[in-house]
């Protein structure tokens, strides 16, 4: 199977600060196969990217993703305080699709 | 607006069976364009993929679960169930279920809208 692996595991940033989290993917993923999800405590993930770059629907455009191959990028351009959470990159390329491990991006 | 829901015990002894519903609400689990699939979280640790369903009956699951898990849709109630059978404690998890966007027609696709999740326990 296909393994992510995130890093840093922890982000420690400041609001209006720049982020930038990274995903290695074991084998190449096709880019429009890759996402990434926001998960704050106590709720499900949420759609923030797909198809590597794609914004889904009501995302900020602070939020972009990029790369290929076995690298692939989420930068949030200018934190607000309501971005501080985990963030989860997942490949549908090959089968089974998989999840990294989490990036816990925190003030 | 869609909205999904898992319903289930909360508790299930070891050897036994798990059974969850997701319930749908603001679309139609008959679709073209969308598969519905389950997502597990142990606590405090990532997301594993459990299954994917198509309403047509295509099913798609993890390997590593396939031999433990079936599935039911229910159309006339849209709903659609996640059964794992000879649960141990591994199994404890918040189990999501979840829309996902049909992209290739294989079962793949991001998972585009989440329920809240159901926390199961595998305990005696």
């Known amino acids: 199977e296909v393994v992510l692996t995130q890093s840093p595991g922890t982000l420690s940033l400041s609001p209006g600060e720049r982020a930038t989290l990274s995903c290695r993917a074991s084998?190449?993923?096709?880019?429009?196969?890759l996402a990434w999800y926001q998960q704050k405590p106590g709720q499900a993930p949420r759609l923030l990217i797909y198809g590597a770059s794609s914004r889904a629907s009501g995302i900020p455009d602070r939020f972009g993703g990029g790369g290929s191959g076995t690298d692939f990028t989420l930068t949030i351009s200018s934190l607000e305080p309501e971005d501080f959470a985990v963030y989860y990159c997942h490949q549908y390329d090959t089968s089974p699709w998989t999840f990294g491990q989490g990036t816990k991006v925190q003030i | 607006q869609l909205q999904l829901q898992e319903s289930g015990p909360g508790l299930v002894k070891p050897s036994e069976t798990l059974s969850l519903t997701c319930s749908v609400s603001g679309a139609s689990i008959i679709s073209d364009n969308f598969y519905w699939g389950w997502i597990r979280q142990p606590p405090g640790k990532g997301l594993e993929w459990i299954g994917t369903y198509y309403y047509s009956g295509s099913t798609y699951y993890n390997p590593s679960l396939r031999a433990r898990v079936s599935r039911s849709m229910d159309t006339s109630k849209n709903q659609f169930s996640l059964t794992l059978r000879s649960v141990t404690a591994a199994d404890t998890a918040v189990y999501y279920c979840?829309?996902?966007?049909?992209?290739?027609?294989?079962?793949?696709?991001?998972?585009?809208?989440w329920g809240q999740g159901i926390l199961v326990t595998v305990s005696s």
């Open positions: 084998q190449s993923v096709s880019s429009r196969f």
């Open positions: 979840a829309r996902q966007t049909l992209v290739r027609g294989i079962g793949d696709g991001p998972f585009d809208s």
